[in-house]
């Protein structure tokens, strides 16, 4: 098991931020998101995403790091869906570096996002998946979340992918 330490995130950890989530995104994602899309990633776009959504504080965001600096993170906040209610909370984005996969690293940045969730009063944590990323589902469903059955259609690189929501109560 890798050794690593959780902290909050700082607007100076955007660009590894943006390495983790796009080297993610390119070996998870490989024959469900278009490959074209994939190869088109870029850190430097994905670090001003990180920069303007760490400064905006709507989410609260945590990254696992070790010798090598940043290898996950964990970004939760009150939930962006309509209709649900003030208690419901997401993790917005939950990524680990590949080749870390299956360390404990994503269990570990999920618990300290359902800490977070749960101090500031939510009642549920839910995540968005898409529906053909089994590996995912079958995290979710070991820390304790189940399908909610409800879904959504989004379209990634000129395809349309099928998105599940995943919910545990705290």
Not at 33 to 39: I, K, S, T, Y
Request: one cysteine or more; glycine letters at 12%; a negative charge.
């Amino acid at each position: 098991m890798t050794r690593f330490q959780i902290r909050a995130a700082e607007i100076e950890d955007a660009a590894g931020l943006a390495s983790v989530h796009v080297r993610s995104w390119q070996s998870a994602y490989v024959g469900m998101v278009p490959q074209e899309h994939l190869d088109a990633l870029s850190v430097e776009k994905r670090a001003e995403g990180w920069r303007n959504g760490l400064s905006s504080g709507a989410f609260r965001t945590f990254v696992a790091t070790n010798e090598d600096g940043i290898v996950g993170l964990v970004s939760v906040g009150a939930t962006r869906d309509e209709g649900d209610s003030p208690g419901a909370f997401e993790v917005g984005a939950i990524y680990i570096s590949p080749g870390l996969w299956r360390q404990g690293i994503g269990r570990a940045l999920w618990l300290r996002a359902s800490e977070e969730a749960q101090m500031q009063g939510a009642l549920t944590l839910s995540a968005w998946v898409f529906e053909r990323n089994h590996d995912s589902r079958t995290f979710y469903e070991a820390v304790g979340c189940v399908h909610s059955g409800a879904q959504k259609t989004m379209e990634i690189g000129g395809e349309k992918l099928i998105a599940v929501r995943y919910t545990l109560g705290l």
